[in-house]
C-alpha cells in the first residue's frame, strides 16, 4: 500500500539522517565571548578556551563552538550581536569585559532564547545568567592568610600588593585581613598593583625605601609576584627567610615551586582553565537531561611542591 510504501521511505530518510554527520544547519551553535588578551592570565584563559574548543568538538560532533574574543566591551556587546543574529546560536559562554556595559547585551542573548553561562565577572543585574563558574575570591584571600599565618611568627611584618580596584580585589583583600587580624603579624602598608608587574616592581620598590624590616609578601597575583621578586633581587632581599606568595597558577611559578623555589614556595590558584569548564559545563546543559543550572565556584587550591605538578602546563602562555 502506497502509505506503507511512503512511512518507510520516511523512515529510512530519518535513519540515515540521524546516522550521518551533523551538518551545518543542524550543530548546536554555542558561542563562547571574552576579552582580549591583554596580560598573561587571559593569555592562559584564552589558550584553556582553544584547547576545549578541540576537545569538545571532537567529542560531540553535533557541536560547534564558535570563539570570539573583544578587546574593549562595545566590541564585545557587537560581537555578542553577531552571536545571535549571524550564528543564531543556542547558548552563550561569557566573560564579561566589564559588568556593567555587557548586563544588556548579555541580556538580549538570553531574550533570543539561548541558555546563557557567566564566567568570572558577574553582570550587574542578578539572574540573568543560568549558570554562573567563577574562581573563590574570598577563600583566595583566606588560603593566602592560613599559609602566612603558618610560617610566620607574632610580631612578623608583611605588606600587601593589590590588585585593580574592583569588586573582585576587594573580596580578596577583605578576606585575607579578616583571617589575619589576631595573628600578631603587622601589615605595615598595602597599595594597588594592578595585576602588574610593572607596578608590582615599582610599589614593592617603595615597600623596601620605607620599611627596613619586611618577612614576608602577599602579592595577590602572579603578575605582580613577579614583579616583587625582581624588586627584592635588586635591593639584595630575597634571602633570610622572605618569601613571596601570589596567587592564579602561572606555568612560570608553579615550575620554580616544582624546583624548589624558597622565594615563592606556594601558589594559590585562580585557574585560567575556568572557561574551559563553564564551556564543559554548557556542552552537558544543552545536551542532557541532568540538571546544570547554578553557581559552580572552583576552589582556591593551595599549591605546594607536593601538588604543583598536577598544575603545570607547560604548553599554556601563561
Given at each position: 500500500?502506497l502509505?506503507k510504501t511512503t512511512?518507510?521511505?520516511?523512515a529510512v530518510?530519518s535513519m540515515?539522517?540521524?546516522a ?9 551553535k ?5 576579552p582580549?588578551?591583554?596580560?598573561a592570565?587571559a593569555a592562559g ?12 568538538e ?5 557541536v560547534d563552538?564558535?570563539l570570539?574574543n573583544?578587546p ?8 555578542l550581536e553577531?552571536l545571535?543574529?549571524?550564528?543564531q546560536i ?7 569585559f566589564?559588568?556593567e556595559p555587557?548586563?544588556d547585551p548579555?541580556?538580549n542573548?538570553?531574550?533570543s532564547g539561548?541558555w546563557?553561562t557567566?564566567?568570572?565577572r558577574?553582570l550587574s543585574?542578578?539572574g540573568?545568567e543560568?549558570?554562573y563558574v567563577?574562581g573563590?575570591?574570598?577563600e ?6 592560613q599559609y602566612?599565618?603558618g610560617r610566620?611568627?607574632?610580631?612578623d611584618?608583611?605588606v600587601?600588593l ?7 580585589d576587594?573580596?580578596?583583600?577583605d578576606?585575607f585581613?579578616a583571617?589575619?587580624?589576631g595573628?600578631?603579624?603587622n601589615?605595615?602598608d598595602?597599595k594597588?598593583a594592578?595585576?602588574?608587574r610593572?607596578d ?14 619586611i618577612?614576608?609578601v ?7 609576584a613577579i614583579g ?5 633581587k635588586?635591593a639584595g632581599r630575597d634571602g633570610?627567610g622572605?618569601?613571596v606568595v ?9 615550575k ?12 594559590v590558584?585562580y585557574p585560567p582553565a575556568?572557561?574551559?569548564t563553564?564551556m564543559?559545563a ?6 542532557s ?6 553557581r559552580y ?7 605546594t611542591?607536593?601538588?604543583a605538578e598536577?598544575y603545570y ?6
Amino acid at each position: 500500500m502506497l502509505w506503507k510504501t511512503t512511512l518507510g521511505m520516511m523512515a529510512v530518510t530519518s535513519m540515515l539522517a540521524f546516522a550521518g554527520p551533523a551538518t551545518a544547519e543542524d550543530k548546536i551553535k554555542i558561542g563562547v565571548s571574552y576579552p582580549t588578551p591583554t596580560h598573561a592570565w587571559a593569555a592562559g584563559m584564552n589558550w584553556h578556551a582553544e584547547q576545549a574548543e578541540k576537545r569538545l568538538e571532537a567529542l560531540h560532533p553535533d557541536v560547534d563552538l564558535i570563539l570570539v574574543n573583544s578587546p574593549d566591551p562595545g566590541a564585545q556587546a557587537s560581537a555578542l550581536e553577531d552571536l545571535v543574529s549571524v550564528h543564531q546560536i543556542d547558548a552563550l559562554v561569557v566573560l564579561p569585559f566589564e559588568s556593567e556595559p555587557l548586563t544588556d547585551p548579555v541580556l538580549n542573548v538570553k531574550k533570543s532564547g539561548a541558555w546563557i553561562t557567566v564566567v568570572d565577572r558577574g553582570l550587574s543585574q542578578p539572574g540573568i545568567e543560568d549558570l554562573y563558574v567563577a574562581g573563590n575570591n574570598p577563600e583566595l584571600g583566606r588560603v593566602s592568610a592560613q599559609y602566612m599565618k603558618g610560617r610566620l611568627k607574632d610580631g612578623d611584618n608583611i605588606v600587601v600588593l593589590r590588585g585593580i580596584p574592583t569588586v573582585i580585589d576587594n573580596e580578596r583583600f577583605d578576606a585575607f585581613m579578616a583571617e589575619i587580624e589576631g595573628s600578631g603579624i603587622n601589615v605595615l602598608d598595602h597599595k594597588h598593583a594592578n595585576w602588574n608587574r610593572d607596578d608590582g616592581f615599582e610599589v614593592m620598590q617603595d615597600f623596601l625605601s620605607r620599611f627596613p624590616d619586611i618577612d614576608a609578601v602577599w602579592a595577590q597575583d602572579d603578575d605582580i609576584a613577579i614583579g616583587v621578586v625582581a624588586a627584592l633581587k635588586q635591593a639584595g632581599r630575597d634571602g633570610n627567610g622572605m618569601f613571596v606568595v601570589g596567587g592564579a597558577g602561572m606555568k612560570e611559578i608553579i615550575k620554580g615551586i616544582m624546583d624548589g623555589d624558597e622565594l615563592i614556595p606556594v601558589n594559590v590558584l585562580y585557574p585560567p582553565a575556568m572557561i574551559a569548564t563553564a564551556m564543559d559545563a554548557t556542552v552537558n546543559a544543552v545536551k542532557s537531561n541532568g540538571p546544570v543550572a547554578g553557581r559552580y565556584i572552583l576552589g582556591a587550591t593551595l599549591i605546594t611542591r607536593d601538588n604543583a605538578e598536577s598544575y603545570y602546563f607547560p604548553d599554556s602562555p601563561f
